[in-house]
């Protein structure tokens, strides 16, 4: 007897970006292969941070009945009350803001958080209208492509290319071309932005938090590697919130991908919406990020830890990522990267490479070597885009030995494929 789905279920239980990488990804870092880990968004395992997870382990198990009431408790479906407050505290001083317990939305990952507001906000409306989620500057996140309850929940704009030498360059938002129609429910960007490492500009973001505005919609910006925590950032921007912006964050990239928490943070409406979503979905969220992180919020050192360990250690990554990448790939192919900025990957583009990237990526695979083809970073635009075929993201968090083998099998099937 077939199972008969939903269409819901139909959608979410086919194959789907997504879930090839985390199928891919899980099992490379399972151990279950010898597969080189360049694919995916796993924080690295960086020993003075483990140590401070280990740290804080120690310190709840010591601490009275608070282990058992970590495990033992739900929390309030909003989070939990403690962290939230040692939050608003550390970000109001951080960052010089006005937060109050209000604005702030524990969720079980940044994933969720995701899942939850695009199909709020998008999607099919009460008055029979569908809107839809704006992505000003395309490639964009992987993981919110297929996270539309409605189809066609997207649409995205190419962006503009600044050519900074001949193997770097860096994308902008194309404000001229960029249309803000009526049915767009919401602008959403990542910064820094999961594939290509991009940090949108001060400027870039105050234009488009002038249109949100101007167009009454709110401006989600998906600070899961931003500032002032986990501040995987190697250029400065101000990190920015006013009541019309949804702000995200994450305890994954500190390294703390398991305990699954992430944090909205937006005006009241749409932090208490989001908090009986929780409820519906699934009652309450994990509670050990919240207080494995809380003491660290509270005393400030969180922001401290990641200005002088975090943003250091993938700062050195991301420069010896890029340098092996020019010491391997021959100066003589149109090969291009992105300038890297931020996050944990590399965005190499190659220029009328004559396969596509999925066969690259196909070819890498075979050599045990693993990234992510480009074309499920351009979802929601109209037609086909070459330049979509032409990318591959890379990831430079894991060990350098790692980065080291895998930029040189790279380099070598690049070079290949372009000289047939
Ligand atoms: C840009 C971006 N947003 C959100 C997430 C979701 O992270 P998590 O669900 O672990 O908080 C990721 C994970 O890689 C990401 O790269």
């Not at 940090?199 to 234009?207: F, N, P, R």
């Not at 699934?282 to 922001?303: D, F, H, K, R, Y």
């Not at 351009?378 to 930029?407: A, N, P």
Request: one cysteine or more; glycine letters at 10%; aromatic letters at 10%.
């Amino acid at each position: 007897m077939t199972l008969e789905l939903s269409a819901f279920g139909k959608r979410f239980s086919g194959q789907t970006g997504i879930g090839e990488l985390m199928d891919d990804l899980g099992r490379a870092l399972g151990g279950q292969d010898d597969m080189l880990m360049m694919g995916g968004g796993n924080p690295g395992h960086i020993p003075e941070m483990q140590a401070i997870w280990r740290r804080r382990m120690e310190e709840i198990l010591g601490e009275g009945q608070r282990f058992e009431q970590m495990l033992g408790n739900y929390d309030p479906p909003q989070g939990n009350a403690r962290f939230i407050s040692s939050l608003v505290r550390c970000l109001n001083d951080a960052c010089g803001w006005d937060l109050t317990e209000e604005n702030v939305c524990v969720t079980n990952g940044g994933q969720t958080a995701f899942f939850c507001l695009l199909n709020m906000l998008a999607g099919k409306q009460t008055n029979g209208r569908r809107k839809r989620i704006l992505f000003p500057l395309t490639p964009e996140y992987i993981g919110y492509a297929d996270q539309g309850v409605d189809s066609e929940l997207f649409v995205a704009n190419k962006p503009q290319f600044e050519f900074i030498d001949d193997h770097t360059f860096k994308y902008h938002v194309d404000f001229e071309s960029l249309d803000v129609g009526d049915d767009v429910a919401a602008i959403c960007v990542s910064r820094p932005t999961n594939p290509t490492g991009n940090v949108l500009t001060d400027d870039e973001i105050g234009q488009l938090a002038k249109l949100a505005d101007a167009r009454g919609i709110p401006l989600i910006i998906d600070n899961a590697y931003g500032s002032p925590f986990p501040n995987a950032m190697f250029t400065e921007v101000q990190p920015v919130w006013n009541e019309n912006i949804v702000l995200t964050l994450s305890l994954s990239k500190l390294g703390l991908p398991g305990t699954r928490t992430g944090i909205v943070i937006a005006r009241k409406e749409i932090t208490s919406a989001l908090s009986s979503m929780n409820a519906v979905v699934g009652l309450a969220n994990g509670n050990i990020g919240q207080v494995l992180v809380e003491p660290l919020l509270a005393s400030g050192e969180l922001i401290r830890i990641s200005r002088e360990i975090i943003q250091p250690y993938y700062y050195r990554k991301s420069l010896r990522a890029v340098e092996r990448v020019h010491e391997c790939f021959d100066a003589k192919l149109p090969y291009r990267v992105h300038k890297s900025e931020g996050a944990f990957f590399l965005w190499l583009w190659f220029e009328r490479l004559p396969i596509t990237t999925q066969e690259l990526y196909r070819r890498l695979k075979e050599r045990r070597t693993l990234v992510v083809p480009g074309r499920y970073f351009f979802y929601g635009l109209d037609g086909d885009w070459q330049h979509s075929h032409e990318c591959i993201r890379m990831t430079f968090s894991q060990s350098d030995e790692t980065v080291q083998k895998g930029v040189a099998i790279i380099a070598e099937e690049m070079a290949r494929a372009y000289a047939v």
